[in-house]
């Protein structure tokens, strides 16, 4: 919403949360209610010029830039950073100056998400970095650009907060928020029946890790629509996700797997918890 009049304007922000908590999932939020409302905006303008949306009407320009591309953030070139060298864009070196110029002339329209802060190695954050610079607010061509960054907790994000205006710590779901994702995910029976039983399985650790972390509550409803039962454990959790998923794509695609290398595989994505892909 907007600052009240005096108030501070909030140009930074850091969220932090564990593995699986939805960081990425707010940030791809964020990208697509800024597509949805700028596509709205387009068709509903008319001849007033007004823009519709809370995102819409403070941004013209989105970047979405995922931290774990160390080659992309070591760079000392902003069109690099911003991606406007990407060849999908079509932009030539002339291009891409222009454009640059036109960001940096508006960049307090400007809103950069730099998500998995924390994955950034070392040689990100050196002198000369256009990241270090955006960050700092030091020689920076784009002094007026709001940030929004994610990290988990460590280390390194600890020493990234003094950088932030603002930095906010995700939390999971309360027990109604639990029950209500269940209901939605699976139908009101069937989710409240899965909730109940997680409540009344005993096993303490997984209706903690099921609250606190969406990925694991996303995780049960996809095993529970399968088999309607609690997984005793979370690493029952994951191999029942993974074993229904072979199931499921055998008979979708009337083949069988390599159930070895397609787990390797599942696994892999999971980098931890910090990505789901189904």
Known sequence: GGAESGAEEVKSCLLIGDAGQGKTTVCQRILS??????????????????????????????????????????????????????RALHFNAEEQDIVLDHLVDNSDKVLVVLDGIDEANQDAFRTGSVLLDLLERRDSCLMET???????????????????????????????????????????????????????????????AVQNTPLFAELLCYQYSATSTIPPTSTALYTGFVATSVSRLEKKRRRAFDKVQLAATVQSQFRGGCKFEA
């Open 146 to 208: 709001t940030i929004i960054a994610t990290s988990r907790p460590c280390v390194g994000a600890r020493e990234l907060v003094s950088n932030f205006q603002r930095h906010y710590q995700l939390r999971g779901f309360s027990a109604e928020q639990l029950e209500s994702f269940c209901r939605q995910r699976l139908g009101d029976d069937d989710g409240a029946e899965c909730f109940k039983k997680l409540l009344h399985s005993g096993n303490h650790s997984l209706k903690t």
């Open 33 to 86: 209610d800024f597509v949805a409302e700028s596509a709205d905006a387009a068709g509903s303008r008319g001849s007033s010029g007004k823009d519709n949306g809370n995102l819409n009407a403070k941004f013209e320009y989105v970047f979405y830039i995922a931290c774990s591309d160390n080659a992309r953030l070591q760079t000392s070139d902003w069109k690099i950073l911003l991606g406007l060298d990407h």
